[in-house]
């Protein structure tokens, strides 16, 4: 059977990785605790939330929110992992708030003018 021009010889080469690299890297407690904290919070909890969230408000204001993502990932760390957290990151936190508010601020009223023909 011949493949076709740009078709990968392997046919999942995500699970060939893993296989290759059996046993170099030790899957144990910890590991496993943060394997069930990405499935059941990250992936299960947070999609249904989002999707209840949607049934609410429009799509396009959620999406901003994305990017107080990786201000969570670093408050979660600083309360699992005991990181420090810097006046940077604080500063930065700030930005990332103003920038949801910018986009999210209702629109003024305009009135219109009654000099301008509509």
Not at 28 to 49: E, N
Not at 76 to 87: G, R
Not at 91 to 110: E, R, S
Request: charged share 15%; hydrophobic share 50%.
């Amino acid at each position: 059977m011949q493949r076709r021009p740009g078709e990968s010889q392997d046919p999942l080469p995500q699970m060939s990785i893993v296989a290759r690299c059996r046993g170099r890297f030790p899957v144990d407690k910890p590991i496993r605790w943060l394997l069930a904290y990405q499935a059941v919070w990250v992936v299960g909890c947070t999609f249904v939330i989002w999707f209840a969230m949607v049934k609410t408000y429009s799509a396009s204001k959620l999406s901003a929110f994305t990017f107080v993502t990786p201000l969570f990932g670093v408050v979660a760390a600083y309360f699992i992992m005991h990181d420090t957290l810097t006046a940077v990151f604080g500063v930065a936190a700030l930005l990332v708030i103003a920038g949801l508010y910018l986009v999210n601020k209702p629109d003024p009223k305009v009135t219109p003018d009654p000099n301008v023909p509509a």
